[in-house]
Every structure is written in C-alpha cells, then in structure tokens.
Antibody, heavy 114, light 109 residues
C-alpha cells in the first residue's frame, strides 16, 4: 500500500504563498498519480489537482488555475503543492492521496490569518 | 465543470439499510468512488469503480450506479458507520478533472 507523509502545519498572512510537501514511501513513486484535496473547517472535500509524479504533468481544478502549482522530485520521492495569493478562505487541511485514493497523507493544516 | 449532488443528511436505526445517493451528469460518464470520513481523520475509500469494495471494507458496504445517479448502500448499518460520506468522480490513474459531492452526514441511532 505504501505511505504518504506530509509536511507540518503552516500559518501564513493573506497574500503570501504556502508550499506543502508529500513524500511517498513503500511503493513505486513514479507509478501512481497523486491528487491534492483540501477541506476547510466544517466543510466538505474539494479536489484541487493531480500530478503524474514520473512525468510532472498536471491537471488543475478550474477554481485554482493560476494560483496552484504541483511539482515532483523523483530523487526524494516528493510531490509538492504551492498555493499563492492566500486568502482567509484558503484556511483548510490539505491532503495528498495516491491513486486509487486508498492511501492518504496525514493532512497539513494551513491557516491564513492577519 | 461537473457537479455532484448528495443529500446533506441521512438517518437510520442500527440494523437498518442506509442509502446515500450521488447525482450528476458525470456519473453517466465516469466511475464513482465513495469515501467515509470520521471526525479528525483522513477520508477512507469504501467503494471504487461504482461497486468494487477495496480490501478490508466490510461486505455491508455496496455501490451501484444507474444513469446519472450512484448509490452507496450500507446494509445493516452499525453505530460505527456514523460518519460523513462523499462521492467522487475521476478517471482512474489519469490526468482528469476530479469532483466531489458535497457530502452526507450519516447518523445511526
């Protein structure tokens, strides 16, 4: 099954950027696409985008186009999600999950507050 | 962009059958997955490819899909099944748009 380990919580000011990492282990890293999903406090799940960790090709949700960038580093088996121009409503737990979405990271809380 | 619609809440007594629906045009085009999420935890996949159960998921969880509506059925619901449930549609292992339903709070009491 493997595992995904995410970076720790972040506190950012409005307008700043945040980068959350997700390190894969125990499986063939380049073989499985990785999604990013977020969940605002008390709200539902929201799909942000997907990356092919081997090729680096990506697909982003229309809502996040221009603000989100997914990248991969096969040498460290890590994918990262960067979200720019943060707003208060970006406060959420951000998850990475590996296809077929049976393996999830532990989640990273990003708080945006002035 | 696609949308998936779920009821906000479903309530059953222990031992009864719970059915949670997920509606949208994309259901007729792509497979649906179902996730269970308990408070403070990451989501857990309980159904994929409309009706397939991952290893370790109890048999009381089943899925179906017809037309533009997918359904998660929990036969003989248990108190431990009380959770939020989300449907999700995306092409398997492909660079494809994903979409979640709004989620359904299942109460078993």
């Amino acid at each position: 099954q493997g595992r995904l380990v995410q970076s720790g919580s972040e506190v950012k000011k409005p307008g700043a950027s945040v980068k959350v990492s997700c390190m894969g282990g125990g499986y063939i890293f380049a073989g499985y696409y990785i999604h990013w999903v977020r969940q605002a406090p008390g709200q539902g799940l929201e799909w942000m985008g997907i990356i092919n960790p081997g090729s680096g090709r990506t697909k982003y949700a229309e809502k996040f186009q221009g603000r989100v960038t997914l990248t991969t580093d096969t040498s460290t088996k890590t994918v990262s999600m960067e979200l720019t121009n943060l707003r208060s409503d970006d406060t959420a737990v951000y998850y990475c999950t590996r296809e077929p979405t049976t393996t999830w990271g532990q989640g990273t809380l990003v708080t945006v507050s002035s | 962009s696609y949308e998936l619609t779920q009821p906000s809440s479903v309530s059953v007594s222990p031992g009864q059958t719970a059915r949670i629906t997920c509606s949208g045009d994309v259901v007729a085009k792509k497979y649906v997955r179902w996730f269970q999420q308990k408070a403070g935890q990451a989501p857990m996949l309980v159904i994929h490819k409309d009706k397939e159960r991952p290893s370790g998921i109890p048999e009381r969880f089943s899925g179906s899909s017809a037309g533009t509506t997918a359904t998660l059925t929990i036969s003989g619901a248990q108190v431990d099944d009380e959770a939020d449930y989300y449907c999700f549609s995306v092409a398997d292992n492909n660079l494809d748009d994903g979409v979640f339903g709004g989620g359904t709070k299942l109460t078993v009491l």
